[in-house]
């Protein structure tokens, strides 16, 4: 069955440090890749995504991803935390036939540090 | 910029009670989905709906959850006869193309 590993459960970095969640999928095919992050009390926003094309996508808040198929990674980094990045954020996937379901993992609750 | 909206934000309810849970999708969006995320645990497929009709249902969308499209704008979520277990937060999502789905702030359901 298809699923999504999110192996960090808590991160905590200082600000201004460089940042690295880690995701992994377990898929037949190379799937549609996405990043969400959920801060307190809000709902899900889309921070990037990767269907196709150059490995290495941007996002919003300065947020990239690089997609590695060899390793059926799809790793969020930024080289520089803020404070206001502290949230939860979640990798997801879907088939790329289209109007099919997001598969989530469990997240990644980040918190920055003075 | 566009945004999914849900209503209402918490919605507490008695054991048995039916619940209607509301989502405004993004205006051209065609693709609508409702999602649920018990405290603690991932987000959880329930539901997607396209061209007024039900496309795929996850294992925990059973017969006491339906959703409906009532108009153009609203799409809703309903519990028929709610269990403790339905306690979680709601989410609803659209898409344009049914590839990149834009989420709601959700509903914190409370079930008591």
Not at chain 1, 60 to 77: H, V
Request: proline residues 4%.
């Amino acid at each position: 069955a298809q699923s999504v590993t999110q192996p960090d459960i808590h991160i905590t970095v200082s600000e201004g440090a460089s940042l690295e969640l880690r995701c992994n999928y377990s898929y037949g095919a190379t799937p549609y890749l996405f990043w969400y992050v959920q801060s307190p009390g809000q709902g899900l926003q889309l921070l990037l995504k990767y269907f196709s094309g150059d490995t290495l996508v941007q996002g919003i808040k300065g947020f990239e991803a690089e997609f590695k198929r060899s390793q059926s990674s799809f790793n969020l980094r930024k080289p520089s935390v803020h404070w206001s990045d502290a949230a939860e954020y979640f990798c997801a996937v879907a088939l790329v036939s289209g109007n099919t379901p997001l598969v989530f993992g469990k997240g990644t609750r980040l918190s920055v540090i003075a | 910029e566009p945004e999914v909206t849900q209503t209402p934000s918490h919605q507490v309810t008695q054991m048995g009670q039916e619940v209607i849970l509301r989502c405004v999708p993004i205006s051209n969006h065609l693709y609508f989905y409702w999602y649920r995320q018990i405290l603690g645990q991932k987000v959880e497929f329930l539901v997607s709906f396209y061209n007024n009709e039900i496309s795929e249902k996850s294992e925990i969308f059973d017969d006491q959850f339906s959703v409906e499209r009532p108009d153009g704008s609203n799409f809703t979520l309903k519990i028929r006869s709610t269990k403790l277990e339905d306690s979680a937060m709601y989410f609803c999502a659209s898409s344009a193309r049914g590839d990149t789905q834009y989420f709601g702030p959700g509903t914190r359901l409370t079930v008591l």
